[in-house]
């Protein structure tokens, strides 16, 4: 497959989810919706998996790993994320999640020890900066003695 046509499942898949959020709000509690959207994504990968004949035999150590990454990375971030698509329209929530990406580079430096390229740095300091500009008008409503 090209480069392209991956690049558009992707985004296609990944544009899709945030207007099927909508869908789940509000009849269960948001944890439970990442329950159902995990475990039907973890069956499609298993499936996948066993059909190509891929081996997925991991240590504890490894599993361990595994279920951390899975919290922190995909659970945390998403019951944050499914809770605030309540409040706020499923756009601004998709951007502001993109911001997943700086705290992605600021671990890897504080974490892992790794050195970001300059164009790295100026990149996301761009992002933020549009960030801002999307929500100014909102940013600037805000009273820090609201409750």
Excluded: K
Aim: hydrophobic share 55%.
């Amino acid at each position: 497959m090209s480069n392209l046509w991956l690049y558009t499942i992707t985004v296609l898949c990944w544009g899709s989810s945030w207007f099927a959020i909508n869908f789940q709000l509000g009849v269960v509690p948001p944890e439970v919706s990442i329950v159902y959207r995990y475990a039907i994504a973890a069956s499609l990968l298993f499936s996948w998996c066993r059909w190509r004949g891929i081996r997925l035999n991991y240590g504890l150590r490894d599993h361990l790993t595994f279920v951390q990454f899975g919290l922190l990375l995909f659970g945390l971030n998403y019951i944050a994320t499914y809770s605030a698509q309540q409040y706020i329209t499923s756009a601004l929530n998709a951007v502001a999640f993109s911001s997943m990406v700086w705290m992605n580079l600021l671990n890897a430096r504080l974490f892992l020890r790794v050195t970001l390229d300059r164009r790295v740095i100026v990149g996301a300091v761009l992002g933020i900066v549009g960030l801002v500009l999307i929500f100014w008008p909102q940013l600037r409503q805000l009273h820090w003695g609201h409750a």
